[in-house]
């Protein structure tokens, strides 16, 4: 059975940074490029960054180039989104996807 399974939210002050990690089993973790999206209350699913399946390619939202960055250890079947210079714009349930699968999401909460 395929899971994604995201931890690292939380509440953390504007300037602030945060890990989000999304833990995957039921499948082949290697063979599927990764992403991660956040939807604010009110707004779209918004795609955040994109990785390849071997980590070489990424890609980021502009909302978040050169704050947030994308990782993966596919021998721990893992993908991360470090999370820098955080804004209270940044606000959202931050989940991650592999193409055909949801995580059930983890908040993360910018404000002082």
């Known amino acids: 059975q395929v899971h994604l399974v995201e931890s690292g939210g939380g509440l953390v002050q504007p300037g602030g940074s945060l890990t989000l990690s999304c833990a995957a089993s039921?499948?082949?973790?290697?063979?599927?490029?990764m992403k991660w999206y956040r939807q604010a209350p009110g707004k779209e699913r918004e795609l955040v960054a994109y990785?390849?399946?071997?980590?070489?390619?990424?890609t980021y939202a502009d909302s978040v180039k050169g704050r947030f960055t994308i990782s993966r250890d596919n021998a721990k079947n893992t993908v991360y989104l470090q999370m820098n210079s955080l804004e209270p714009e940044d606000t959202a349930v931050y989940l991650c996807?592999?193409?055909?699968?949801w995580g059930q999401g983890t908040q993360v909460t910018v404000s002082s």
């Open positions: 039921g499948f082949t973790f290697s063979n599927y490029d």
């Open positions: 990785i390849s399946t071997g980590g070489r390619r990424t």
């Open positions: 996807n592999n193409g055909f699968r």
